[in-house]
């Protein structure tokens, strides 16, 4: 497959085939893509918790917050909920920033997942204090992201943005999530 | 190309064949691929300028510093630089945050050039203040980060990291260059 074609493959999923797991191998291969990765100054402070056991997945589940557009959805109902999760975390023993190595790294893992057909949410929006305790993460770790994984139950189209400018993410009466992104010569500035 | 063997074969670059041209249509493909990767809140609101002229490419190459661990190497000399450049701004009328869209986009970019048979070097060693005023960037446009790219002239490879945990990359006799990186096992936290 063409890099573009598994880039617009890599959409966010937030309802899954709940009973489809995911094997601890499958998610040590997407942590080596992250590994193979460039990391800013080679420094590679990055490190990574697995969870894809039903038990494991509620301690990160119920620490996350779903869809910041959606009102009136608190996330995904008992059996279309991810199957598995990858908890990032910065080693700050070994530096205290880590550039954009955050993003480079999700990029490979959503697009490995994407070639393994999964898909994938990543969170901001998570009880980072609620969640190092239920860990019980040492003091020298830091939550950078959660990426929530699963073989997706939806679909999700991108579709060109409206004059309005409206970035708003959108579910139809199908539950087709929709997409709205910028033309190209919006993103690319000549002085 | 699977995905791993793509993430494999983008390693940083710091020594092209100058005169070969990257075209703007390339340039453009590969921010085609990160406007297609997903985006904190769907903000979108990062930009980018190319640059892939002589006169232009100048313009950008003075305002960076290159290979941080390299303390008698200054950067390629004249014949071995970069054949084009893409300056990836912040454009704050859109959001002041952006979460970690730099690096998902920076590894689509960078993968879509590998895919091209090109390579390219990441930058957060800039002399942004200078770089804005060369640029003439509004002032609600932020210099993130500026990638270097062009025809590879070096060879690069991944090796394990020895035994002291040394991070630093190295040059041999040969003008390889040589890059540690942690076993996959010491990227994985089990609580």
């Known amino acids: ?9 890599t959409r966010t999923y937030r309802r ?5 797991e995911v094997s601890l191998e ?5 942590i080596d893509l992250a590994r193979l990765s460039s990391t800013g100054g080679n420094l590679q402070s990055l490190k990574y918790m697995l ?10 589940f119920k620490n996350l917050k779903w869809a910041g557009y959606f009102k009136d959805w608190d996330g995904p109902e008992e059996g279309e909920r991810p199957s598995a999760y990858i908890v990032m ?11 954009w190595d955050h993003g480079i790294a999700v990029q490979s893992i959503v697009l490995g997942a994407t070639e393994k057909g999964l898909g994938g949410c990543q969170f901001n929006s998570i009880d980072r204090v609620a969640l190092a305790q239920e860990l019980n993460l ?37 539950g087709v999530h929709h997409v709205p992104k910028r033309a190209l010569d919006d993103l690319i500035f000549t002085s």
Chains 1, 2 share one sequence.
């Open 51 to 60: 969870f894809q056991t039903v038990e494991s997945n509620k301690r990160i």
């Open 26 to 30: 499958t998610l040590r291969e997407l």
């Open 138 to 174: 040492p003091d020298y770790f830091q939550i950078v992201t959660v990426i929530a994984l699963g073989k997706p139950k939806e679909v999700v189209v991108i579709e060109n943005m409206g004059e309005s400018g409206d970035v708003k993410y959108w579910r139809d009466s199908q």
């Open 89 to 99: 975390l910065q080693d700050q023993r070994i530096s205290k920033g880590f550039f």
């Open 1 to 9: 497959m063409m890099i573009r074609e598994l880039i617009e493959k």
């Open 16 to 20: 899954f085939y709940q009973d489809e």
